[in-house]
């Protein structure tokens, strides 16, 4: 089976590092929507927190060396497998990241905890609440 997805949108930013995790993170950025998915984030609010589903598109191919990996990158720590961790290198590429609205303007939602670099594809926006 093979599945394909098209972006929603781009993430900017101007940050030239970025934590490897979002809650570690106040990087602002913008998320960038495509004008034909604009009446899809009108319900989205001012300082409400959104999943951000998008895709790893600078991580190198996965091989199965990686199944097992040291925790944010930390050597001391034990390895531990992929899908227990939030590691940047997947079988998929797929991350998932909570930030916070700081504004809305037409199809550019600005943001606050951006774990991604600049240019990666949206894949998804979903609520945050319980």
């Known amino acids: 089976m093979k599945i394909e997805m098209t972006p929603i ?3 900017h930013t101007k940050a030239k590092e970025v934590p490897r995790f979002w809650t570690d993170s106040d990087v602002e950025g913008t998320l960038v929507i495509d004008e034909q998915y604009l009446q899809g984030i009108q319900d989205i609010q001012m300082n409400e927190q959104i999943f951000v589903l998008f895709y790893f598109h600078k991580s190198a191919p ?3 060396d990686r199944l097992t990996q040291h925790p944010r990158g930390d050597l001391s720590r034990k390895k531990t497998g992929v899908f227990s961790i939030s590691s940047p290198v997947r ?3 797929i991350g998932m990241s909570i930030v916070e609205v700081t504004g809305i303007n037409d199809n550019v939602i600005s943001v606050k905890g951006l774990d991604m670099i600049d240019g990666t ?3 998804d926006i979903k ?3 319980f």
């Open 121 to 123: 594809p949206i894949l």
């Open 91 to 93: 079988p998929n590429h």
């Open 127 to 129: 609520p945050y609440r």
């Open 9 to 11: 949108g781009t993430i």
């Open 62 to 64: 996965f091989l199965p």
